[in-house]
């Protein structure tokens, strides 16, 4: 019970063609954990923050913008360094018999006193407390028995939101974002935000 097979997961990052795998603004960079994801435990493991679907990672990182329009795609501001980088949406491969606690499930919180307020609530040393747990639980040989876990969108529920750690997804392909690309006007009508050019 809440083992998930996984294929194809998504993220939206600051993307540059010319960063080279591994380097800021590639496909394969993960920043230094700051500690204030909701799984995040630096100290244990860093976490790749995914979405399951292509709108709800634009929704992850967008939905609480008031407008949705051509300048949230830029920089403005950010320095520099961003110069020439795009919001991109990178469509990532992970294997299929990835072993993910799914905490949709009502027994997968049954089993650890939790409730699904516990999972969604948005009080970071609560939410990083059990996921340093789930990461933690063995099996009787002693082998982590989660690759990572997976929960419903803030946003919308049908979305589905995985914090995977100990594991480096395989980049497939790199999208620039615009108003006309699919995942942002399903996310924008989801949503019900207005799209402006």
């Known amino acids: 019970m809440g083992n998930l097979c996984l294929m194809l997961t998504y993220r939206i990052i600051p993307y540059k063609e010319e960063a080279k795998e591994g380097e800021r603004f590639s496909a394969t960079y993960l920043p230094a954990p700051e500690g204030r994801g909701r799984i995040d435990n630096p100290r244990r493991y860093r ?3 995914l ?21 949230m795609f830029k920089f403005g501001t950010s ?7 795009t919001r991109s949406l990178v469509t990532f491969r992970l294997p299929d018999d990835l072993p993910v606690l799914d905490l949709d499930q009502a027994f997968a919180l049954h089993e650890r006193g939790m409730k699904p307020t516990s ?6 040393p609560a939410t990083q407390s059990w996921a340093l747990r789930i990461f933690n ?20 529920p049908h979305w589905r939101i995985l914090g995977l750690w100990d594991i480096n997804p395989i980049p ?3 999208e620039a974002l615009s108003v006309n690309h699919p995942a942002v006007i399903d996310a924008a009508d989801a949503l019900d935000k207005l799209l402006e050019s």
């Open 51 to 71: 979405a399951r679907e292509p709108s709800a990672a634009v929704a992850e990182i967008f939905g609480q913008w008031p407008t949705w329009n051509s300048e």
């Open 172 to 174: 497939i392909s790199v």
């Open 119 to 124: 999972v969604i609530e948005r009080n970071r």
């Open 137 to 156: 639980e063995t099996n009787h040989a002693g082998d982590r028995l989660w690759s990572g876990v997976q929960w419903w969108s803030f946003h919308r």
């Open 79 to 85: 320095g520099a360094d961003y110069r020439g980088a």
């Open 47 to 49: 976490a790749w923050y």
